[in-house]
């Protein structure tokens, strides 16, 4: 179910233009910058943590809280990049068997999990990718993707795959993620 939810919301992407050049539409699967994209992903959990503080509702989607919009939203950018990466590389032998229910139950029994945790978990995948280490990066974006869904549960959030697939829905209609708007001055480029 994983890597069928990540290949969607990747070609999703592909089709909404975020893995082509905004000026000549080539496809940037090899070239695009990983460690804005996992920066990306760390900035939509710092977003989590603003939503935790101030307890308010999301701008994007008000019927839910920002701190569960900002999750979807984290866990939206770790499967397309899960996506991108079983495109480039082909799948991850280790995700033919991943258990993701069974793994997220494993660590609530392991630990207290954090938004900090998940932030370290991105880490790792930063480090692994740094390091060239290919396969262990691909691993920790798993790991990331389980961390999240782990975090959500902590805090009670037991719709966040009906969260993504209206964040998802919402984000098809913006008008900052049209190409065009993204070409134009002060848009939104990554």
């Known amino acids: 179910m994983i890597l069928e ?13 975020w893995w082509s050049d905004l000026n000549t539409g080539d496809c940037i699967l090899v070239t695009r910058n990983r460690p804005e994209l996992m920066m990306l992903v760390v900035s939509e959990l710092a977003e989590a ?10 701008d994007k989607l008000p019927q839910h809280p920002m701190f569960n919009v900002e999750l979807a939203d984290t866990a939206i950018r770790l499967l397309d990049m899960i996506g991108a990466e079983e495109r ?4 991850l032998t280790v995700a033919q068997s991943f258990d ?6 494993d660590l609530l029994t392991q630990t207290n999990v954090s938004l900090m945790d998940a932030v370290n978990c991105v880490s790792t995948a930063m480090e692994h990718y740094r390091k060239g280490r290919t396969e262990e990066y ?13 975090v959500a549960y902590v805090h009670e959030v037991d719709n966040l795959w009906q969260i993504i697939d209206q964040k998802i829905s919402f984000n098809r209609e913006r008008a900052d993620h049209k190409p065009e708007n ?8 990554f």
């Open 100 to 105: 993701f229910d069974r793994m997220v139950g």
């Open 182 to 189: 993204r070409r134009a001055a002060n848009g939104k480029r």
């Open 88 to 91: 480039l590389h082909g799948v």
């Open 49 to 58: 943590h603003e939503g935790q503080m101030r307890g308010i509702p999301d």
């Open 5 to 17: 939810r990540a290949r969607k919301i990747h070609l999703g992407n592909v089709d909404a233009g």
């Open 138 to 150: 691909r691993i920790a974006l798993l790991a990331s993707l389980v961390m999240v869904f782990a």
